[in-house]
């Protein structure tokens, strides 16, 4: 039998506030949404809206290109 733990889903404006805080200057933040592998995180498990996952998306893109952060986990 699957073990089904279920998260606590975040409220708009919870998702609002994090939102606003996705840059691709702020690096603690951004780490939070990439795995261990490097690989950027699905938003079934960010819990982002569609709009607020392709601007991270974009903000992890931009900090690899200027190699603020590595495109893989060596």
Known sequence: MRNLRR???LT???IEELERQIDYK???F???YITDTGKIRPRRT???SAKGQR???IAIKRAR???LI???VQ
């Open 46 to 48: 960010t819990y982002l």
């Open 70 to 72: 590595p495109f893989a």
């Open 65 to 67: 290109q200027l190699a």
């Open 30 to 32: 951004i780490r939070q």
């Open 7 to 9: 998260r606590r889903r």
């Open 12 to 14: 708009k404006e919870q």
């Open 55 to 57: 601007k991270l998306d």
């Open 26 to 28: 702020n690096l603690s």
